[in-house]
């Protein structure tokens, strides 16, 4: 762009190719973006460009579409001649659904394991966690019928124990002196 002998091409009928193909945007070159000492180019010239997607399986780990969606941001969040800082990659489109993890991820940023751990890491933590979450929502309950069980078990020996001194005292009544009750 900065030879003499090329010029730029605009494109003036971008916004008519935009509205009937969606993939299409239209993009401003603006005045003076490649050299703005000679001011090239002289006025702001509209192009056309596609937009561009990325697609993943709804089957990738969770995991590895966050890290998928940080290197993205990190390559190619900041501004360029033809985006803003932000701009891209977002959330909107209207094609194809957006995954929940991507859509975490660009309202929250990295989870707080992934900004801390490795990957191999924060994956069995999370999994452990999980499974340390499981059971205390199956082991909490549980803990309310511990004394019951205590309650009924001592409840069950004092029963054992009464029937054996009432066996003991029924046997005193067949002795009929004390002398035979020594014997016995």
Known sequence: MENPNVKLLGFPMAD???????????????????????VIPPEDVPLIGTTSKVLVRSDLHPE???LVLKTMVETHSGPEI???????????DA???????AIDYYRNGPSFMQRH??????VH????????????????????????????????RLLYWYGQLKAL????????????????
């Open 16 to 38: 008519a190719f935009t509205r009937i193909y969606p993939d299409l945007v239209r993009l401003v070159l603006p005045k003076g973006v490649v050299d703005i000492d000679q």
């Open 82 to 92: 033809f985006q803003r800082a932000g701009e891209f990659p977002n959330i909107t």
């Open 125 to 156: 933590v999370q999994r452990a966690i999980a499974v340390l979450v499981t059971a205390i929502a199956i082991g909490l309950p549980r803990f309310h019928y511990l004394p019951l069980l205590y309650k009924w078990n001592m409840r069950r």
């Open 117 to 122: 751990l490795p990957l191999w890491l924060s």
């Open 95 to 101: 094609e194809y659904p957006v995954a929940q993890t």
């Open 169 to 184: 005292e029924a046997s005193f009544g067949t002795y009929q002196s004390d002398k035979q009750l020594a014997e016995a």
């Open 64 to 66: 590895i579409v966050q």
